[in-house]
């Protein structure tokens, strides 16, 4: 468990912490503050998750719930450097994109639960999380299914004459999909304000990228002519400075841009798949969560600057820890959705002739 | 009123609505330079300009997910499909992205916007190209599906259509692009048919022909030909099958007791499947013989010209079916 | 090769059998042919034969058991033939064979003049009511029916499988209904009858009709007959008799007498077909016998030809074996008019209930002495009273009672009858 190690590491490093203090309150030129928020930010994105998995092993939580434990960093470093009115849309692992572009986790939580208080009224579920206020277009539940209505989102901007921007996540499978080459071509074509975000995680399920690609992550938009990147998605610095730099030449009209952000899953591909097994070993799980926790890279890193002490890391984790708890308490206390609720947000429109749904009387 | 071509009435319908709402915008394969592949957009380009009439590549699914998308934030796009029989690419975009949209987003995203272009059967096209998709589209909730038939119609649906919240797949007769109408005149104010609203192309009072799409003309041809006999049928055109008009399917079996779907598409799960079930729950006790449908045949189109012949639904084959609801045969 | 014994449609009307008794038991060597067992239908107790030879494997329904037509109760198999696919397989198929076999058994009856006569055979023959007394109606008949008040069964249907459908509904709406005819066996020649076409007034008077009182507007004509001279002419015949030992009774005289008049009266003589009116030229009388459980009516055939002591002899005989339910179908179908005679239970006079497809049925009261008055005096004669019930579709009052006059002076002018 990631809380077990975070715990340890913590001890470890306990003992030489008081001695760094007074030194340069600044880190890569993200202030203290900003450092703590990310952090906390980070740690309320693990405890959340952490929450559904418990929400789920008890049935609080049903269907398809896929963790985003060990890809925290790519979360907040994409979505950080975005501003409010920016868009982002992702693939069905999309609780913490949710948290991150500003949805408050009790309606998050209690649309894993199903509940009237969750953000899509409970309709959506795990997969389905939307902010559309936010600007947080969504979770999609197919394969590759939101990168041409990035595209579309990202033509509304041009066609507006806008200066916003919008972010794309998928997954590394996802690049093999149709949509993938026909949006990015698209993209590049009509210098759409898009920047997609491979969340590479190495595993389409429970496939090996190299298995099922010839060329790595990074090589596969080559061919439209959407400019690549690639990035240590667990280091969240070096995550935020990319995306901020590609956030001001998409925004300055450059047309769309493409990250490999390198990352891991430390859980299975959903709450019903083996976190290891025939596709990668127990061994390797573990090595990556000591080696590379991306709530570890920062913690660390921001110990060695002396920019955090251990009380305040414990009182990050307890203040996030309540956070998470009001939050499932939050979607246990909201009331499933009414039954009137069944038909309505199927269409935008009911028209004043004819016949929409064929069943109603029988319900 | 001027006659004027299904074609040129299309192509009114968009230049209105593109004139009269600045977020509406059109794309899909040839729409601009070349006019459109059976010009429905001739003209458009020049009037409206490259930002808001666009070629886009050959990838159905991609620029049909980037309508969504865009409709997604308030845009309207008019996505044209070459013709519904490319349209397969796309359906997991029309189907999982534009149709349950709103549902899922708990109703905070609606995707207002026309997927169009032809489907049906045309002429020795063979059968990848002459294929009847209504069904398909017909069947996700979510989704709105319009037919016109006739010139008239296809203007005052099309605007329709794009003024409605939802997405609507609004599918032309292949055959009819040449068909004649009188349409009213664009001076005459906004001509605008509501979806939902099926109009009876014929009235009699002894058998029920209900059809929709390129089909009601071989209905209104096979009435003619009854009426030698001495039947009389009523040919109601759908117009709209999601919404449908459930109310005139209704009015026309009461008043005639007997009915016969006539449909472009295969039998299995067509739309007359649909019609026959609303009519047997719902008008039953006014059976008077169990409705029949007449539909292409249960093959994928053949090439060969007698056996295409063969497959099509026909004048023939709906007049036997008329008289067979009529028991006269 | 095993042969399947079905409950068969031993009456044209039989929609099920009750086997009475066994006459071959499990293992008996059988010959096509040979009386298997005694059913009872809803008329008599008949034969079932043997379809084909072999050992009589397997008894399906023990006797007292009932089965609708066409039921799987037997199978006639080889020796040591394992029989018990074939069984479970014939009881999966079972319904289909008997809605054919009781297709057949309608085909065999006398349709009702069609119209619609392009229509497939297949189609006329196929049951209007099938044994499970389900209608083949489309929805709308159905309601349309139910909204006239009209009996589904008694609707000839002209579609599909004889599928009763709107205009069927519309057409027996426009006629006046009738439960449905039943015509039991078929007619001996054309010339033995005559269709008279309905004209549009009488169309118009079946349909007020019916509207007025029941599927068969009755009416009832009653006569009161002087008997004196009837009685000596019995008396007389029967002396001549003596030597025979042979009696003829009163009834067998009226029977007589009411096949003379009909053939004088081929108007009374007639049945209602829903759309035509068939007049008889041959007068076939149906006299009714009560049985055990209920009434038969045997048949006298060309009655008006027949002699007073054949007549007797054939009414004796039928009755006799009515009672043992012995009479075979074509004994106790096809009257053309039928007589019910209940005077020698004392009945002064009664009204009896028409037997469709006939238009007629005369109920015969007791013979008794009774005070009348004659010329201004009170005299004592032997009187008997006769209600004739008539179909009015069919027989018009004044018809009625020219008839009952042309009967009345044949009972009290019995000589006459010679002229």
């Known amino acids: 468990m990631a809380e077990t190690q975070t715990k340890k590491s913590k001890k470890d490093k306990a003992?030489?912490?008081?001695?760094?203090?007074?030194?340069?309150?600044?880190?890569?030129?993200?202030?203290?503050?900003?450092?703590?928020?990310?952090?906390?930010?980070?740690?309320?994105?693990?405890?959340?998750?952490?929450?559904?998995?418990?929400?789920?092993?008890?049935?609080?939580?049903?269907?398809?719930?896929?963790?985003?434990?060990?890809?925290?960093?790519?979360?907040?470093?994409?979505?950080?450097?975005?501003?409010?009115?920016?868009?982002?849309?992702?693939?069905?692992?999309?609780?913490?994109?949710?948290?991150?572009?500003?949805?408050?986790?009790?309606?998050?939580?209690?649309?894993?639960?199903?509940?009237?208080?969750?953000?899509?009224?409970?309709?959506?579920?795990?997969?389905?999380?939307?902010?559309?206020?936010?600007?947080?277009?969504?979770?999609?539940?197919?394969?590759?299914?939101q990168i041409p209505l990035a595209a579309g989102v990202g033509w509304a901007?041009?066609?507006?004459?806008?200066?916003?921007?919008?972010?794309?996540?998928?997954?590394?499978?996802?690049?093999?999909?149709?949509?993938?080459?026909?949006?990015?071509?698209?993209?590049?074509?009509?210098?759409?304000?898009?920047?997609?975000?491979?969340?590479?995680?190495?595993?389409?399920?429970?496939?090996?990228?190299?298995?099922?690609?010839?060329?790595?992550?990074?090589?596969?938009?080559?061919?439209?002519?959407?400019?690549?990147?690639?990035?240590?998605?667990?280091?969240?610095?070096?995550?935020?400075?990319?995306?901020?730099?590609?956030?001001?030449?998409?925004?300055?009209?450059?047309?769309?841009?493409?990250?490999?952000?390198?990352?891991?899953?430390?859980?299975?591909?959903?709450?019903?798949?083996?976190?290891?097994?025939?596709?990668?070993?127990?061994?390797?799980?573990?090595?990556?969560?000591?080696?590379?926790?991306?709530?570890?890279v920062l913690r660390d890193r921001l110990f060695d600057a002396d920019l955090l002490t251990e009380e305040e890391l414990n009182a990050m984790d307890a203040d996030v820890m309540e956070e998470v708890d009001e939050a499932a308490e939050f979607a246990e206390n909201s009331p499933f959705p009414a039954e009137e609720e069944l038909y309505t947000h199927t269409y935008a429109e009911i028209n004043e002739h004819g016949r929409l749904f064929f069943d109603r009387r029988d319900r | 009123m001027a006659t004027i071509t299904y074609r040129e009435a299309l192509n009114q319908a968009l230049q209105e609505e593109m004139e009269r709402d600045e977020s509406v915008f059109l794309m899909g394969e040839e729409v601009a330079e070349y006019d459109g592949a059976y010009k429905v957009t001739k003209g458009l380009l020049d009037e409206f300009g490259d930002r808001r009439v666009v070629d886009s590549p050959i990838s159905e699914l991609g620029f049909a997910g980037l309508g969504v998308g865009a409709a997604m934030v308030g845009l309207r796009p008019v996505i044209e499909f070459m013709t519904f029989n490319f349209a397969f690419l796309a359906l997991d975009q029309v189907i999982n992205s534009a149709a349950k949209m709103y549902y899922m987003s708990g109703g905070q995203i609606p995707v207002p916007m026309v997927f169009r272009g032809p489907t049906g059967a045309a002429l020795q096209l063979a059968a990848q190209h002459s294929h009847a998709c209504d069904t398909y589209y017909a069947h996700a909730p979510g989704l709105k599906l319009v037919r016109p038939a006739t010139p008239a119609d296809a203007k005052g649906l099309l605007k329709a259509s794009i003024r409605d919240e939802d997405p609507v797949?609004?599918?032309?007769?292949?055959?009819?692009?040449?068909?004649?109408?009188?349409?009213?005149?664009?001076?005459?104010?906004?001509?605008?048919?509501?979806?939902?609203?099926?109009?009876?192309?014929?009235?009699?009072?002894?058998?029920?022909?209900?059809?929709?799409?390129?089909?009601?003309?071989?209905?209104?041809?096979?009435?003619?030909?009854?009426?030698?006999?001495?039947?009389?049928?009523?040919?109601?055109?759908?117009?709209?099958?999601?919404?449908?008009?459930?109310?005139?399917?209704?009015?026309?079996?009461?008043?005639?007791?007997?009915?016969?779907?006539?449909?472009?598409?295969?039998?299995?799960?067509?739309?007359?499947?649909?019609?026959?079930?609303?009519?047997?729950?719902?008008?039953?006790?006014?059976?008077?013989?169990?409705?029949?449908?007449?539909?292409?045949?249960?093959?994928?189109?053949?090439?060969?010209?007698?056996?295409?012949?063969?497959?099509?639904?026909?004048?023939?084959?709906?007049?036997?079916?008329?008289?067979?609801?009529?028991?006269?045969? | 090769?095993?042969?399947?014994?079905?409950?068969?449609?031993?009456?044209?009307?039989?929609?099920?059998?009750?086997?009475?008794?066994?006459?071959?038991?499990?293992?008996?060597?059988?010959?096509?042919?040979?009386?298997?067992?005694?059913?009872?239908?809803?008329?008599?107790?008949?034969?079932?034969?043997?379809?084909?030879?072999?050992?009589?494997?397997?008894?399906?329904?023990?006797?007292?058991?009932?089965?609708a037509v066409g039921a799987l109760i037997g199978v006639i198999g080889e020796d040591g033939e394992d029989l018990s696919d074939f069984v479970a397989e014939e009881e999966e198929d079972d319904a289909p064979s008997a809605e054919a076999e009781s297709a057949e058994t309608e085909a065999s009856a006398e349709p009702a003049p069609d119209e619609d006569a392009e229509e497939s055979a297949e189609e006329r023959e196929a049951p209007r009511a099938e044994r499970d007394g389900r209608v083949k109606a489309s929805p709308?008949?159905?309601?349309?029916?139910?909204?006239?008040?009209?009996?589904?069964?008694?609707?000839?249907?002209?579609?599909?499988?004889?599928?009763?459908?709107?205009?069927?509904?519309?057409?027996?709406?426009?006629?006046?209904?009738?439960?449905?005819?039943?015509?039991?066996?078929?007619?001996?020649?054309?010339?033995?009858?005559?269709?008279?076409?309905?004209?549009?007034?009488?169309?118009?008077?079946?349909?007020?009709?019916?509207?007025?009182?029941?599927?068969?507007?009755?009416?009832?004509?009653?006569?009161?007959?002087?008997?004196?001279?009837?009685?000596?002419?019995?008396?007389?015949?029967?002396?001549?008799?003596?030597?025979?030992?042979?009696?003829?009774?009163?009834?067998?005289?009226?029977?007589?007498?009411?096949?003379?008049?009909?053939?004088?009266?081929?108007?009374?003589?007639?049945?209602?077909?829903?759309?035509?009116?068939?007049?008889?030229?041959?007068?076939?009388?149906?006299?009714?016998?009560?049985i055990e459980d209920g009434l038969i009516t045997p048949v006298v055939r060309d009655a008006d030809r027949k002699g007073l002591v054949e007549i007797s002899t054939e009414v004796r005989e039928l009755a006799g074996r009515a009672r043992e339910k012995k009479l075979k179908p074509e004994e106790y179908s096809g009257g053309t008019f039928s007589v019910s005679n209940l005077g020698m239970f004392g009945v002064e006079d009664f009204t009896a209930v028409i037997n469709p497809p006939e238009a007629g049925i005369l109920a015969v009261g007791a013979l008794e002495e009774r005070a009348v008055v004659k010329d201004g005096e009170v005299v004592v004669e032997p009187r008997m009273k006769i209600t004739m019930s008539c179909d009015h579709r069919v027989i018009d009052g004044a018809l009625g009672a020219q008839f009952l006059q042309t009967l009345t002076g044949i009972l009290e002018e019995p000589l006459a009858a010679l002229i």
């Open chain 3, 140 to 290: 709308l008949a159905r309601r349309l029916a139910e909204e006239e008040g009209l009996d589904l069964s008694s609707i000839e249907g002209s579609g599909p499988g004889g599928r009763v459908v709107k205009r069927d509904v519309e057409k027996a709406v426009d006629e006046g209904v009738t439960p449905a005819p039943s015509p039991t066996t078929a007619p001996d020649s054309e010339e033995d009858y005559v269709d008279v076409s309905l004209s549009q007034m009488r169309k118009t008077i079946a349909k007020r009709l019916v509207e007025s009182i029941g599927p068969i507007p009755h009416f009832f004509l009653t006569v009161d007959v002087d008997m004196s001279r009837t009685v000596q002419a019995r008396a007389r015949i029967n002396k001549q008799l003596e030597k025979d030992g042979f009696k003829v009774s009163f009834n067998d005289i009226v029977l007589k007498a009411t096949a003379m008049a009909l053939r004088k009266h081929p108007e009374c003589n007639a049945h209602w077909l829903g759309d035509a009116v068939r007049q008889f030229n041959r007068v076939h009388l149906a006299v009714a016998v009560a």
């Open chain 1, 157 to 296: 901007i041009r066609y507006r004459g806008e200066d916003r921007v919008c972010l794309c996540y998928l997954g590394d499978a996802a690049v093999n999909q149709g949509a993938f080459h026909e949006a990015l071509n698209m993209s590049a074509v009509w210098k759409l304000p898009v920047i997609y975000v491979v969340e590479n995680n190495e595993y389409g399920m429970g496939t090996h990228f190299e298995r099922v690609s010839a060329l790595p992550v990074v090589d596969r938009a080559l061919g439209t002519g959407v400019p690549a990147h690639s990035v240590d998605g667990q280091d969240l610095i070096a995550t935020w400075k990319l995306m901020d730099e590609l956030v001001g030449k998409v925004r300055s009209g450059e047309g769309p841009q493409y990250v490999d952000a390198r990352t891991y899953r430390f859980k299975g591909h959903s709450m019903s798949d083996p976190v290891h097994g025939v596709y990668r070993t127990k061994d390797e799980v573990e090595e990556k969560k000591k080696s590379d926790d991306p709530i570890i």
């Open chain 2, 169 to 329: 797949v609004f599918m032309e007769g292949e055959m009819l692009y040449n068909l004649k109408g009188e349409v009213p005149d664009p001076e005459d104010g906004d001509f605008v048919i509501p979806l939902g609203v099926a109009d009876l192309k014929r009235e009699g009072d002894d058998v029920s022909i209900i059809t929709h799409g390129s089909t009601v003309h071989l209905a209104l041809q096979a009435a003619k030909k009854l009426e030698k006999d001495g039947i009389e049928a009523d040919v109601l055109d759908l117009r709209s099958l999601r919404p449908l008009d459930v109310d005139a399917i209704l009015e026309t079996v009461r008043k005639t007791n007997r009915a016969v779907y006539l449909e472009e598409g295969w039998p299995y799960v067509g739309i007359g499947s649909q019609i026959v079930a609303t009519i047997q729950e719902e008008a039953f006790d006014h059976l008077d013989a169990p409705v029949l449908r007449v539909c292409q045949a249960d093959v994928p189109m053949p090439y060969a010209k007698n056996l295409e012949q063969k497959a099509k639904p026909s004048v023939d084959l709906l007049i036997d079916a008329c008289n067979r609801v009529l028991y006269r045969s």
């Open chain 1, 15 to 145: 003992g030489t912490k008081s001695s760094n203090a007074g030194k340069e309150e600044s880190l890569e030129g993200f202030s203290k503050e900003e450092l703590h928020s990310f952090l906390r930010e980070m740690l309320l994105y693990r405890r959340f998750e952490e929450k559904a998995e418990e929400a789920y092993a008890i049935g609080k939580i049903g269907g398809f719930c896929h963790l985003h434990i060990g890809q925290e960093a790519v979360a907040l470093g994409f979505i950080g450097p975005l501003r409010e009115d920016d868009y982002v849309f992702t693939s069905y692992r999309d609780h913490t994109q949710g948290l991150a572009k500003g949805l408050k986790s009790g309606p998050v939580m209690a649309e894993l639960y199903g509940r009237e208080g969750g953000v899509s009224g409970g309709k959506g579920g795990s997969m389905h999380i939307f902010g559309a206020e936010l600007g947080f277009m969504g979770g999609h539940g197919i394969v590759g299914g």
């Open chain 3, 1 to 67: 090769m095993a042969t399947k014994v079905h409950m068969e449609a031993l009456s044209p009307t039989m929609e099920e059998g009750q086997v009475v008794k066994w006459l071959k038991s499990e293992g008996d060597k059988v010959a096509s042919g040979d009386v298997l067992a005694e059913i009872e239908t809803d008329k008599a107790t008949m034969e079932l034969v043997a379809r084909g030879e072999g050992i009589l494997q397997k008894i399906l329904l023990e006797e007292g058991g009932t089965a």
